[in-house]
């Protein structure tokens, strides 16, 4: 079993910048590619990032691109998003997802986070 633990969402204005971060737990780390999800209210959830486990490769959806980065600490079995130049459109729930094997813009990953909330206001 793999616990993912997110933090570092919160309020903040258009423009403006957060890191969240996915703490995992549990299982070796070793061999998992993790990505970044999101739900708004009354929308399906969608991807928003992945990273494979030595880092090497990344996708992000089309919305992000230019403006998130996702990176990853394996020492530290950690994961994070960096956004910048939010937009109030990024208003949404971010989960942490964790699969074994290569990343995947699809939502089928192995384990997950509850969520962190992340608000942009205008």
């Known amino acids: 079993q793999v616990q993912l633990v997110e933090s570092g969402g919160g309020l903040v204005q258009a423009g403006g910048s957060l890191r969240l971060s996915c703490a995992a737990s549990?299982?070796?780390?070793?061999?998992?590619?993790m990505g970044w999800f999101r739900q708004a209210p009354e929308k399906e959830r969608e991807f928003v990032a992945t990273?494979?486990?030595?880092?090497?490769?990344?996708y992000y959806t089309d919305s992000v691109k230019g403006r998130f980065i996702i990176s990853r600490d394996n020492d530290k079995n950690t994961v994070y998003l960096q956004m910048n130049s939010l937009k109030p459109e990024d208003t949404a729930v971010y989960y942490c997802a964790a699969r074994l094997g290569r990343p995947s813009t699809t939502d089928n990953y192995d384990y997950w986070g509850l969520g962190t909330q992340v608000t942009v206001s205008s």
């Open positions: 990273i494979s486990w030595s880092g090497g490769t990344r």
């Open positions: 549990g299982r070796t780390f070793s061999g998992f590619s």
